[in-house]
């Protein structure tokens, strides 16, 4: 499977529906963008990642333990 956003090939599956394994959610591990299989993605090239777009990109801050 290839990231819709970036292309990369790093994608792993994040959860499946509760229920008839009716749907999927992926993450892709280089971006971080996710998406449903029950989604028809089609991203403009303009919001297209490249390594160096992703490179010059901000931190994502960690979530704190929920206590």
Do not use: Q
């Not at 790093?10 to 509760?18: D, E, F, G, L, Q």
């Not at 991203?43 to 960690?62: H, R, Y």
């Amino acid at each position: 499977m290839t990231c819709p956003r970036c292309d990369s090939e790093n994608v792993r599956i994040m959860v499946t529906a509760p229920v008839d394994n009716a749907w999927e959610v992926y993450l892709c591990e280089k971006c971080h963008y996710s998406w449903r299989s029950t989604e028809d993605i089609h991203i403009s090239e303009k919001f297209k990642l490249t390594d160096e777009k992703i490179d010059a990109m901000g931190v994502i801050p960690p979530v704190p333990p929920l206590d």
